[in-house]
């Protein structure tokens, strides 16, 4: 199977990406300012080759922009940053593809809920209150409390759909 999907994958829908990214990064900003957190130059480097497009990055991939961008060339270094986007809720962590997606809902509270394409590995994150707050209910009343909660929901975008038709 070729893999010419291997593009820039955008959100499944189309949409002004660089309004959402430009949303995204004053979300991030603001959180910054508000939760006095400092977003060094390797946190930065790494939070935006995330926004440029909707699609998992693993840290090798983040690794390599940040040596670009002469920022260090260690892994420490990619996953410090990733890290501490991780724990500030900027970032997702998707375990189905041991990558990174930049969070796309300004790092508030909320279970995030991935479509990832098998095909271009373009993540959507949608975010279903109703499920989230249902899943919270059923977990306390077994004395259960979540701390952390990622949905991931595999399949082919429109787009891959058509090229394996095709
Ligand atoms: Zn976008
Ligand atoms: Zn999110
Ligand atoms: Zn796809």
Same mark, same amino acid.
């Given at each position: 199977?070729?893999?010419?999907?291997?593009?820039?994958?955008?959100?499944?829908?189309?949409?002004?990406?660089? @309004? $959402?990214?430009?949303? !995204? &990064?004053?979300?991030?900003?603001? +959180?910054?300012? *508000?939760?006095? %957190?400092?977003?060094?130059?390797?946190? @930065? $480097?790494?939070?935006? !080759? &995330?926004?440029?497009?909707?699609? +998992?990055?693993? *840290?090798?991939? %983040?690794?390599?922009?940040?040596?670009? @961008?002469?920022?260090?060339?260690?892994?420490?270094?990619?996953?410090? +940053?990733?890290?501490?986007?991780?724990?500030?809720?900027?970032?997702?962590?998707?375990?189905?593809?041991?990558?990174?997606?930049?969070?796309?809902?300004?790092?508030?509270?909320?279970?995030?809920?991935?479509?990832?394409?098998?095909?271009?590995?373009?993540?959507?994150?949608?975010?279903?209150?109703?499920?989230?707050?249902?899943?919270?209910?059923?977990?306390?009343?077994?004395?259960?409390?979540?701390?952390?909660?990622?949905?991931?929901?595999?399949?082919?975008?429109?787009?891959?759909?058509?090229?394996?038709?095709?």
């Amino acid at each position: 199977m070729t893999r010419s999907s291997d593009i820039e994958a955008e959100a499944f829908g189309p949409h002004d990406h660089q @309004a $959402c990214r430009a949303q !995204a &990064l004053a979300a991030v900003e603001a +959180a910054c300012a *508000a939760r006095r %957190l400092r977003m060094t130059p390797a946190r @930065a $480097c790494v939070l935006e !080759a &995330l926004l440029e497009a909707h699609r +998992a990055m693993t *840290a090798y991939e %983040l690794l390599d922009r940040l040596r670009e @961008a002469g920022l260090g060339s260690q892994p420490p270094v990619a996953y410090r +940053a990733l890290d501490f986007l991780v724990r500030n809720g900027f970032v997702h962590r998707i375990e189905r593809l041991s990558a990174f997606v930049a969070c796309t809902h300004g790092g508030s509270e909320h279970v995030a809920v991935f479509l990832i394409c098998r095909g271009c590995r373009g993540v959507a994150e949608a975010v279903l209150p109703q499920l989230g707050a249902g899943l919270a209910a059923s977990a306390a009343g077994q004395g259960f409390s979540v701390e952390r909660m990622v949905i991931e929901g595999e399949g082919l975008c429109a787009r891959c759909r058509e090229a394996e038709a095709a």
